[in-house]
């Protein structure tokens, strides 16, 4: 086992592999800084309104230092009565991975998630999505709203709209709240997965 920047305790054996994997491979196809003193304010996202039981385990700079692009290995502790085992507490820990994004812009609140077909039907009744008018297909594949539309559209270049037209899982959600941009999903730590997230937070990043 190597030494991990890492909590462990309460991780089941095959998740701790998973960040063993997930970690040397960080290391081996980025420059990763650590340590790093850069804070994720997970308070000002929604993204984590419901998630309770979820803390910073570990923040690790990618493309360090050139580009100011995170990834933050968050720790969730899973807790309840199993009604199969009789009862039986479950008392364990998982991880999640959620790139982060330190811009020079300000780009207010924004949410940007695949749209899908209760979003179109529910715009059509009662509009709140931000459309970009020299952009179609980006409004048929992206679902955006924000609390500053004048500022979202501003912020949300063509080049940056290019790049997130390039991501290919479509449970990735980008959050921002002011000079921050969140990016990521609810899945569980993946070794392939992390490094597709660690690769689109550095183009993200380079054009934001």
């Not at 960080?26 to 003193?37: Q, S």
């Not at 695949?114 to 459309?131: N, Q, S």
């Not at 709203?145 to 501003?154: G, H, I, P, Q, S």
């Not at 270049?157 to 000079?179: C, K, L, Q, Y």
Request: with cysteine; net charge negative; glycine share 6%.
């Amino acid at each position: 086992m190597q030494n991990l920047p890492f909590e462990t305790m309460g991780l089941a054996g095959d998740d701790v592999q998973t960040l063993e994997d997930t970690y040397a491979l960080l290391k081996e196809k980025f420059n990763v800084g650590l340590p790093c003193d850069v804070k994720l304010p997970m308070h000002e996202f929604d993204i984590f309104t419901n998630n309770k039981d979820v803390k910073v385990a570990e923040i690790l700079a990618i493309s360090h230092p050139a580009n100011n692009c995170y990834m933050a290995f968050l720790r969730v502790h899973i807790y309840y009565n199993s009604v199969r085992a009789g009862g039986e507490i479950v008392d364990y820990y998982k991880y999640q991975v959620w790139g982060f994004i330190k811009s020079k812009k300000d780009y207010g609140r924004i949410l940007i998630r695949r749209e899908t077909f209760a979003d179109k039907i529910a715009g059509l009744i009662h509009p709140v999505e931000l459309e970009f008018k020299d952009d179609k297909a980006f409004n048929h594949k992206y679902y955006v709203v924000t609390n500053d539309a004048e500022k979202a559209l501003t912020a949300l270049s063509w080049n940056f709209r290019n790049a997130i037209m390039d991501i290919t899982n479509e449970s990735m959600m980008i959050e921002t709240a002011g000079n921050m941009l969140l990016i990521g999903n609810n899945g569980w730590m993946d070794k392939d997965q992390t490094i597709y997230l660690a690769e689109i937070v550095s183009k993200i990043a380079s054009v934001s």
